[in-house]
């Protein structure tokens, strides 16, 4: 198994599980229909991105590459948005339709969305921050090709 792949997927879902079990502490609370709590949700994904990359670069040493870290970041966020989503479409449509007739009415009161755009959101959501968050971390993790200058 590729060495990238297996990382991604042991953080990718640590990922998975804490958004899941933040969702459901949410529930419990009774504030899951509030979707300004929806932004810890990138602390949680940035969280294991950043974990996710950091450690790849300590198990690869001097032969960690940008591509290396890129992948190993992307990777842990597309695995684990799907991870989320999968759970996600079967508490919403299975679980609490109750849930979803809400988010309907209320996000998008002035459309004509199907449930499908739940989805589709949620996806395009965790991987538009897996991206960012990859490229932002990989700021920090690449190799420096600056010239050092003597002042």
Do not use: C
Not at 69 to 88: Q, Y
Not at 121 to 141: C, D, H, K, P, Y
């Amino acid at each position: 198994m590729n060495k990238s792949f297996s990382v991604a997927l042991k953080y990718s879902i640590y990922v998975a599980a804490a958004l899941i079990a933040y969702f459901l502490i949410v529930k419990l609370v009774d504030l899951h229909e509030n979707p300004w709590l929806r932004i810890f949700n990138g602390v949680i994904m940035a969280s294991g991105i950043y974990y996710a990359i950091k450690y790849f670069k300590l198990k690869l040493g001097d032969n960690f590459t940008y591509v290396d870290g890129f992948k190993t970041g992307l990777l842990t966020g597309f695995l684990a948005t799907i991870m989320f989503t999968a759970f996600m479409t079967i508490y919403m449509f299975h679980l609490d339709t109750a849930f979803t007739e809400k988010i309907l009415e209320d996000w998008f009161e002035n459309y004509d969305n199907g449930r499908g755009v739940l989805v589709a959101v949620l996806i395009i959501e965790g991987f538009a921050s897996a991206v960012v968050l990859t490229l932002t971390f990989m700021q920090l993790f690449k190799k420096s090709h600056n010239i050092p200058q003597n002042t």
